[in-house]
């Protein structure tokens, strides 16, 4: 990601982050290419964590794969936090420290650079908290739940085929845990997660004997929260669903 603010960059690595509570990691499962949720990760969206705010212009797509919301209110999650795209579609409210002023992100990216804590905005969210001219400001935010009543939505990667076959989760009100397909054998198989948000079935789900869909998706949340849907090879077009997440916090 080009920074538009290179003094940002040098005082990142001089800045040591701090969760306000009990620091909730959640760490890459070299194995599946999933992430492994500790048992605590239901309680991320009652943590406050603390951080600095700094803000970019994105080239194209964000390392999400979502299109930009017209309100230009986004975000891209520092690595550590990113997690293999676990954040991605997540909204977050943002506090300068010390002030009332808030703003609601969608993170939509990925800040490679930032240390844990950090979140690089928009520049149109960014003024909503301090000036241009700062360039950095202290932050405290927390994840909150999806904005409005939208239902889940999924997109099929180009490409996708009874051979291969690549999903995308959106509009999910909290994180999402996990997603599962039904193979030819009626058993439900782990889609590993992609850094780019994609699920990836490549553990023979779809190995060419089956039909071309529909085929049912099982999507868990961060609370344990279990939806299902038939998702169909529409592939390149979002899809609403019927489903969502129950409001669990």
Same mark, same amino acid.
């Given at each position: 990601?080009?920074?538009?603010?290179?003094?940002?960059?040098?005082?990142?690595?001089?800045?040591?982050?701090?969760?306000?509570?009990?620091?909730?990691?959640?760490?890459?499962?070299?194995? %599946?290419?999933?992430?492994?949720?500790?048992?605590?990760? @239901?309680?991320?969206?009652?943590?406050?964590?603390?951080?600095?705010?700094?803000?970019?212009? =994105?080239?194209?797509?964000?390392?999400?794969?979502?299109?930009?919301?017209?309100?230009?209110?986004?975000?891209?999650?520092?690595?550590?936090?990113?997690?293999?795209? @676990?954040?991605?579609?997540?909204?977050?409210?943002? %506090?300068? %420290?010390?002030? /009332?002023?808030?703003?609601?992100?969608?993170?939509?990216?990925?800040? =490679?650079?930032?240390?844990?804590?950090?979140?690089?905005?928009?520049?149109?969210?960014?003024?909503? +908290?301090? %000036?241009?001219?700062?360039?950095?400001?202290?932050?405290?935010?927390?994840?909150?739940?999806?904005?409005?009543?939208?239902?889940?939505?999924?997109?099929?990667? /180009?490409?996708?085929? *009874?051979?291969?076959?690549?999903?995308?989760?959106?509009?999910? *009100?909290?994180?999402?845990?996990?997603?599962?397909?039904?193979?030819?054998?009626?058993?439900?198989?782990?889609?590993? *997660?992609?850094?780019?948000?994609?699920? +990836?079935?490549?553990?023979?789900?779809?190995?060419?004997?089956? =039909?071309?869909?529909?085929?049912?998706? *099982?999507? /868990?949340?961060?609370?344990?929260?279990?939806?299902?849907?038939?998702?169909?090879? @529409?592939?390149?077009?979002?899809?609403? /669903?019927?489903?969502?997440?129950?409001?669990? @916090?």
């Amino acid at each position: 990601m080009k920074k538009t603010i290179a003094l940002s960059i040098v005082l990142f690595g001089l800045l040591s982050i701090s969760c306000e509570q009990e620091e909730i990691t959640i760490n890459s499962d070299e194995k %599946t290419g999933n992430s492994s949720f500790s048992e605590k990760l @239901n309680s991320i969206y009652t943590t406050n964590f603390s951080g600095q705010a700094t803000f970019y212009t =994105p080239t194209g797509l964000g390392n999400c794969s979502e299109e930009y919301p017209t309100s230009k209110m986004y975000g891209a999650m520092n690595k550590p936090q990113y997690n293999n795209s @676990n954040a991605c579609g997540s909204y977050v409210e943002i %506090t300068r %420290t010390g002030t /009332t002023k808030k703003v609601i992100v969608k993170i939509l990216d990925q800040c =490679p650079e930032c240390p844990q804590g950090n979140i690089d905005l928009s520049k149109e969210a960014f003024l909503k +908290l301090g %000036t241009e001219s700062e360039g950095i400001i202290p932050i405290t935010w927390k994840y909150i739940k999806q904005l409005g009543e939208a239902k889940i939505s999924v997109r099929v990667k /180009t490409g996708s085929s *009874r051979y291969y076959f690549s999903l995308q989760i959106l509009n999910h *009100r909290y994180m999402v845990k996990k997603v599962e397909l039904k193979n030819k054998n009626g058993v439900y198989v782990v889609a590993n *997660r992609q850094s780019y948000n994609y699920f +990836l079935d490549s553990d023979g789900v779809f190995d060419g004997s089956g =039909p071309d869909g529909p085929y049912d998706v *099982r999507i /868990t949340d961060v609370n344990d929260n279990v939806v299902t849907a038939k998702i169909g090879l @529409n592939v390149g077009v979002i899809k609403a /669903t019927n489903v969502q997440f129950p409001i669990t @916090n």
